[in-house]
């Protein structure tokens, strides 16, 4: 059974330096292009993880406030405020509430979720109103 299996061995550590960092982003270079199935196409596969886990860490980026999420979620759509009216209420609602002037109520994050298939878990989170 085991000569269905490969093993290969190769050394996986993970990156916890902005050197060792720039060395993995200067070998992903010369391996991007191998050939799948291959040695170094797999060790890309290794490295991409590495990477992708040492920036997470490190370059954390942020994710938008409900309301800013609704505006790139609507701009992806093509769709106008006036589409909103449906999951939040009348144009002025929407309008309050594109430009934080009125908080989103449980109905709206509900009918919104649907609407513009954003998770609930940005569409709950806190944010300040506009003066």
Not at 54 to 73: M, S, T
Not at 84 to 107: C, D, F, M, N, P
């Amino acid at each position: 059974m085991l000569e269905n299996y490969i093993i290969i061995i190769m050394e996986v550590k993970p990156i916890k330096t902005e050197k060792e960092y720039q060395h993995a982003l200067s070998r992903m270079e010369l391996l991007f292009d191998s050939a799948i199935g291959t040695k170094e196409s797999d060790e890309a596969d290794i490295l991409a993880l590495l990477i992708d886990d040492y920036e997470e860490k490190q370059y954390p980026i942020e994710a938008p406030d409900p309301i800013e999420a609704i505006k790139i979620r609507m701009e992806e759509m093509g769709l106008k405020q006036k589409d909103l009216v449906s999951a939040i209420g009348g144009k002025s609602r929407v309008s309050e509430v594109l430009h934080k002037k009125r908080k989103l109520t449980i109905e709206m994050i509900r009918n919104l979720i649907g609407r513009l298939n954003l998770s609930a878990d940005v569409l709950i989170k806190d944010y300040p109103l506009s003066e």
